[in-house]
């Protein structure tokens, strides 16, 4: 029997470029959205400060439960093509009013973040400016130009934005491997040794303060299923697109938070974190790179942050002509232009986000410690939720639909994953002072977007379902 749905997404019968994108540039996109270079950079040495040794185990272990989310994902990827993503698995497997709260969930959670990456990589190409060129531009002038360069690029071919992210990712991952290899042929301190991976030697007790941090680093690979519509062999380019993206990136971080451990020392890691922590990798590229590519690092992270703009800012008009596609927001955001591209979903996504960015610009907010907190926390929590979702879903889907997937792929597996991210949205919830510095009024205010979000769009697909 086929599912029941009140607001079924459609199923793409034209409009966005088909055969636009293989495998590998799904992988440039969301592997951008996760932003590598800037994760071990910024959130590395926190994560030391939470986990001390344990923080490669951290990274393992949420590449781990997302690898067994994706075993979910991927099997209901192979029967459902839309760029809608969670929004068309969630409408298949709990009917389309709910499809409807998580379509506007997933919107939202997007814009937020890439509004916060593009706040970020102004703040970033300011401080690199003015410490390289001596050009002192503002934080605000560089957010917006940034965004308009975005936007540009993003509303030209969806291959056009796949070459420019493979450019960028190339230089970031290429930054890490060098770094890593010469900290493995130059030596380390303390030499090499696997101590923090013995399950005996980890605190538990700071464990799930750990996880908040390490999960948060993935957020982006899903939306490999965002661009199916746009894909080559979409039934198979997507699966094999998030399992390489997901490896590629538990591998990256897991390897590079340990090498940077073992140049640091593990005891001597207290006494580096008692300095600035966000000077930690700089200095330890500065000691084994030099000061030149201590430069290069500094321009590669501003890079980075805008390829998880772009990346972020393809994910959220896909979402808006998915949804304009299905009459469930104005059906003109759901046409494409003459690049094939969402055109009128990007030209519509851009206003917002470059407007937010001006006003946050002109305001007396601070970029790193208030705008982008504000708007990047609810991204985590946004794209957990409809994880767990998409993952009840799939359970769901494959209970009423007979198909020749495994009892692994539509049953334990997605179980596994629920109750996984189940318990780590738990405590990104319960921790969230530690990423934000916040009270839990104040915590709970900056999420509110999220419950709006989801209520409207809940009264939204209700309305379309009479």
């Known amino acids: 029997m086929p599912p029941t749905s009140t607001v079924p997404p459609t199923e793409p019968s034209g409009g966005l470029r088909g055969d636009a994108v293989g495998s590998r540039h799904l992988v440039f996109f969301v592997v951008s959205a996760a932003a590598p270079l800037t994760v071990m950079a910024g959130f590395a040495p926190l994560a030391f400060l939470v986990g001390g040794q344990a923080a490669p185990v951290g990274y393992l272990a949420a590449g781990l439960v997302y690898a067994l989310f994706a075993v979910g994902f991927c099997a209901m990827a192979r029967h459902v093509s839309n760029a809608g993503a969670f929004y068309a698995y969630v409408s298949r497997g709990l009917g389309g009013t709910i499809g409807a709260g998580s379509a506007l969930v997933a919107y939202v959670a997007y814009t937020l973040g890439e509004i916060g990456f ?37 509303y030209c071919r969806v291959d056009v934005g796949a070459r420019v992210l493979a450019l960028l990712l190339a ?5 890490l491997l060098v770094l890593a290899v010469a900290i493995l042929v130059k030596g380390t301190p303390e030499g090499l040794t696997l101590a923090g991976f013995d399950p005996s030697s980890w605190d538990a007790s700071v464990l799930g303060s750990l996880f908040v941090i390490t999960f948060v680093v993935y957020i982006g690979f899903e939306q490999t299923a965002v661009y199916a519509e746009e894909a080559r062999d979409a039934r198979r380019a997507v699966p094999r697109a998030t399992y390489v993206a997901v490896a590629l990136l538990a591998v990256t971080y897991t390897f590079v938070a340990w090498v940077l451990l073992m140049a640091i020392g593990p005891g001597a890691l207290g006494a580096a974190l008692a300095g600035d922590p966000s000077l930690l990798v700089f200095g330890v590229n500065q000691t084994y790179l030099g000061g030149f590519m201590t430069d290069v690092m500094q321009v590669l992270i501003v890079t980075s942050f805008v390829a998880g703009v772009l990346a972020l800012h393809n994910a959220g008009a896909r979402y808006l002509f998915a949804l304009g596609r299905d009459r469930l927001l104005p059906a003109s955001l759901g046409t494409t232009g003459k690049t094939g591209s969402p055109s ?8 917002l986000v470059v407007g937010a960015l001006a006003g946050f610009g002109i305001s007396d907010l601070d970029p790193y410690t208030q705008v982008v907190i504000w708007t990047n926390t609810p991204t985590l929590v946004g794209v ?3 994880q767990i979702l998409t993952s009840v879903a799939v359970i769901r889907f494959f209970a009423r639909n007979r198909t020749e997937e495994r009892l692994w792929q539509r049953l334990v597996a997605p179980s596994l994953a ?6 780590v949205l738990y405590l990104v919830c319960t921790k969230m002072g530690l990423l934000t510095g916040l009270g839990a009024r104040d915590n709970v205010l900056i999420n509110l977007p999220l419950v709006a979000a989801f209520v409207a769009g809940l009264a939204r697909g209700a309305v379309a379902a009479r």
């Open 118 to 154: 593009c706040a970020a990589a102004g703040l970033f190409a300011s401080t690199t400016l003015d410490d390289l060129a001596g050009i002192d531009v503002s934080w605000g002038v560089c957010a917006v130009t940034l965004g308009v360069i975005v936007s540009v690029v993003s």
């Open 171 to 175: 230089g970031e991952l290429g930054l």
């Open 344 to 351: 009128r979903a990007v030209v519509v996504q851009s206003l």
């Open 384 to 386: 957990l939720f409809l």
């Open 418 to 423: 629920t109750v996984a991210l189940g318990t």
